[in-house]
Each structure stands twice: as C-alpha cells, then as structure tokens.
C-alpha cells in the first residue's frame, strides 16, 4: 500500500489561503484515486475532495466546491489541497487519503474505498 505524508497546515486568518501538500511512496501512486478528508474537534472524519487516477477528473464536497481545489504531480508523487478564503468552519485536522484499488475514478464520500491514510496536518481558521 502507499504510504502518505501531509504537510502544510498551520494557523490562518479567516478570508487566508492556504496550500496542504501530501506526499506519496512506496506504492502504485500514480494508479490510484486520491483524495481530502478532514476532521473538526468532536465530529467525524467528512470528505472534501477526491482526484482520479488518470484523466484528473475531480469531486468537491458542497462546503468545498468553489474554494478549494484538488491537484496531483504524479511526477513527484504528490497531491495538493489548495485552500481559499478559508473559514473558521474549516477548522480541522486533514488527512489524505489513497484508494485500495488501482484504477479507481475517485475515493467515495464515505471512504469506504480507502486503502491508505495519513496521520492528518492540523488547519485552525481564526475568525
């Protein structure tokens, strides 16, 4: 399985921007749908975003469609969440998230199809 690495969180303004960045090895990266979840303080784990494997065909939760954006450099193994005007709502722990399967258009919501996580990089949005 892929081994996943997230960094790039921090303390922010509301209105900020900011970019999470994860890192991938020791598996099939570039075969595989990958993808954004996050965790407030005293609520489950939701989805925020997911990329496919080939064509980069994208899905956005409805609190994040708009202001945030997916993106992988499958050269490097990376994904990315770019963050814009961030919201004190957008307080959470984020974690990135690999599929099980190779070949998979996207990660669902329910992640159910995960096969990989990372231990999660910390968002606060001070409002």
């Known amino acids: 399985q892929v081994q996943l690495v997230e960094s790039g969180g921090g303390l922010v303004q509301a209105g900020d921007s900011l970019r999470l960045s994860c890192a991938a090895s020791?598996?099939?990266?570039?075969?595989?749908?990958m993808g954004w979840f996050r965790q407030a303080p005293g609520k489950g784990r939701e989805f925020v975003a997911t990329?496919?494997?080939?064509?980069?065909?994208?899905y956005y939760a409805g609190s994040a469609k708009g202001r945030f954006t997916i993106s992988r450099d499958n050269a490097k193994s990376m994904v990315y969440l770019q963050m814009n005007s961030l919201k004190g709502e957008d307080t959470a722990v984020y974690y990135c998230?690999?599929?099980?399967?190779?070949?998979?258009?996207?990660?669902?919501?329910?992640?159910?199809?995960?096969?990989?996580w990372g231990q999660g990089t910390q968002v606060i949005v001070s409002s």
């Open positions: 020791g598996g099939t990266f570039s075969s595989r749908a």
């Open positions: 998230a690999a599929s099980r399967a190779v070949w998979s258009l996207r990660i669902s919501d329910s992640a159910s199809d995960v096969g990989s």
């Open positions: 990329i496919s494997w080939g064509d980069d065909r994208t």
